[in-house]
C-alpha cells in the first residue's frame, strides 16, 4: 500500500493563481481531511470529509474549496492564491470519522510557496 | 491565550540521555491525548495514544497525562539519533453535542546529539 499520497511536492505561485493541491489515498478510508501547518500555528483543519460527496469546513475554510467524488481522492482547490496561503499542506485519512477510535495517516505534505 | 502550549524548542540532548518533552491545555473537556512524531519534510505519524490520567508505556516510549494540572508529557528513555524529529502533541475534546475537536500544539524540535 502507497498509503497517502499528496502531489506535488513543492509547488510556488503567483497572487491571484488557482491551482489543485492533490490527495489519495490507497486504505479504503471513509475519512479524509487537509491541514495546514505554519510556524508557531501548529496543524489547522481547513476541511474534511466522511465519505464520497460529504465535505464539510474546519477550522481555516477562507479561501479553499474541496470536493470528494471517489473515496480515494480528495483535491483541494486555491481559487485566487494569496501570500497568506504560503504554508505546507498535509492531507490526513483514517477508517472513519470518529478520531478517538481511528488513528489518522498523514501524507508527506505539499511546500507551497504564493509570491 | 492558545489552548494547547508547547515549548518549541530546540532540544538538543546527547545521545543515550532520557528526553522529557512537554504540553499544556487550558480546556478540561480534553480526554484523549496524542503524541505525534514529525520527521523532517514528512507528515506526522501516530506514537503513542492515551485516555486516562497515569503513564502508558510503549518500548523506550513513556506517555503521561495529568489531568489535574493539564500536562502531558513524553519521555523517551536511551535516545537515538533516530528519535531527532519535531514532536507535536494532539488532544480531543468531546463536546455536549458528540462533536469531536482535534487541537495540535505546535510541535517541540528534538536532535539526538551522537
Known amino acids: 500500500n502507497a498509503g497517502v499520497t499528496q502531489t506535488p511536492k513543492f509547488q510556488v505561485l503567483k497572487t491571484g493563481q488557482s491551482m489543485t493541491l492533490q490527495c489519495a489515498q490507497d486504505?479504503?478510508?471513509?475519512?479524509m481531511s487537509w491541514y495546514r501547518q505554519d510556524p508557531g500555528m501548529g496543524l489547522r483543519l481547513i476541511h474534511y470529509s466522511v465519505g464520497a460527496g460529504i465535505t464539510d469546513q474546519g477550522e481555516v475554510p477562507n479561501g479553499y474549496n474541496v470536493s470528494r467524488s471517489t473515496t480515494e481522492d480528495f483535491p483541494l482547490r486555491l481559487l485566487s492564491a494569496a501570500p497568506s496561503q504560503t504554508s505546507v499542506y498535509f492531507c490526513?485519512?483514517?477508517?472513519?470519522?470518529?478520531?478517538?477510535?481511528?488513528?489518522?495517516?498523514f501524507g508527506p505534505g505539499t511546500r507551497l510557496t504564493v509570491l | 491565550q492558545k489552548e494547547v502550549e508547547q515549548d518549541p524548542g530546540p532540544l538538543s540532548v546527547p545521545e543515550g540521555a532520557i528526553v522529557s518533552l512537554n504540553c499544556t491545555y487550558s480546556?478540561?473537556?480534553?480526554?484523549?491525548f496524542m503524541w505525534y512524531r514529525q520527521y523532517s519534510r514528512k507528515g506526522p505519524e501516530l506514537l503513542m495514544y492515551t485516555y486516562s490520567s497515569g503513564n502508558k508505556e510503549d518500548g523506550r516510549f513513556t506517555a503521561q497525562v495529568d489531568k489535574s494540572s493539564k500536562y502531558i508529557s513524553l519521555f523517551i528513555r536511551d535516545s537515538q539519533p533516530s528519535d531527532s524529529a519535531t514532536y507535536l502533541c494532539a488532544m480531543i475534546l468531546i463536546s455536549n453535542f458528540g462533536n469531536e475537536k482535534l487541537t495540535f500544539g505546535t510541535g517541540t524540535r528534538l536532535t539526538i546529539i551522537p
Open positions: 480546556n478540561s473537556a480534553f480526554q484523549y
Open positions: 490526513a485519512s483514517s477508517y472513519s470519522g470518529t478520531l478517538i477510535y481511528n488513528e489518522q495517516f
Open positions: 486504505m479504503n478510508h471513509e475519512y
